[in-house]
């Protein structure tokens, strides 16, 4: 399905599974639709699974919109609670529209919570009490969470089963246009890579990549990262300049939004260091994961960032906010840059990289190296520090359903 049939499913009303691999544009897509509801003066409550997908759009935790924090189950005494929270109601009772993105990360019981709450809070026995649901995401990306019990997948909830819930698979590649590394990718997919696979992508271990710009080191654990770019920053020589963030609005959300974005409180620049944008501005020329160096500082202490292109861009400071009804509740303040020798594969979801340093060797959990790899555009931009054939695996039950999403999409194009 391309993005403009999609779109129109979207603005129909209809329910929508809004899916594809990684790189078709799904982020894009709900950033235009969400466009148009405001232009259309439709109420929208803008959330996802995870603090960094909401800021990718605008948004909050589904966790937090909800009203259910961390909880997988409430009783009528506690949702009776919630009725009564005036925010929380008007919170709820006024969208048409509700998003849900990086739905992977959600489970089931959770997205079922939802639906109850939606429906009291809204007094409506309907699905999500009456709300157009449009939930985005792809399940070969990271799983949800539970340490206690093995957690279902978001589909696998009574309401997703009894909400009529289209399903619009996005095709076309923005992101990747190596069509080998395209091909292998969706063997990766498929569950369907082997041998010939591994032993091509091989081929990139401790490869130098043909780059002005230090690639970024994507690693499983963030001890790692910080320890890395804290001490690349320090073998730089020079003066360091210090950046502070700054807030406004309900500390709750500005701690939400703080642990949220991928730019620091508190940001240490200097010349030469490897940066990467963590925001989109198309105007600007960077997109949230392009890959830079600090040249210079201009008069006025912004820093001047050089990309792989070549392309000179003065960072200024930006905001990420949370909007409720076209107003701003709350709003962190920073300059959209962070250092990027070394970024967790976690934290990488979502970007778009030009190159990349990638250890798969100590790769814990299925699809960590799809999407990995699926980060960079081509894999001459990929360094591999380390693979195996684990890193090379998929949940089969997921590859299967996907299956199933491909042919229900295909019903309806």
Known sequence: MTQSQALKILKSGCNVFLTGSAGTGKTFLLNKFISYLKKKKIWVGITASTGIAATHIGGRTIHSWSGMGMKQEMDEKAIKKLIKNEKLNDRIKRPRVLIIDEISMLDANRLDLVDKICKAVRGNSLPFGGLQIIICGDFFQL???DRERKAKFAYESLVWQNSDIRVCYLEKQYRQNDFKFVEILNKIRNNEAGQEE?????????KSI??????????THNVDVDAINNYELFRIPGEEKVYYMTSRGSKELVIFLKKSCMAPEELKLKVGAVVMFVKNNFDAGYVNGTIGKIIDFEDNGYPVVETKLGNRIIAS?????IEENDEIIASIAQFPLRLAWAVTI??????NLDV???DLSKAFELGMGYVALSRVRTLNGIRLMGINEFSLKVNQTIV???CEFRALSDKIT
């Open 356 to 358: 990349a340093e990638i």
């Open 210 to 219: 043909d780059c002005s710009i230090t690639p970024t080191k994507l690693y």
């Open 198 to 206: 591994l032993d091509y992508l091989k081929k990139r271990l401790y």
């Open 143 to 145: 799983p949800p969470v």
């Open 346 to 351: 976690h934290k990488s979801q979502g970007m």
């Open 317 to 321: 400071s930006t905001s990420w906010n």
């Open 400 to 402: 299967q359903k996907d």
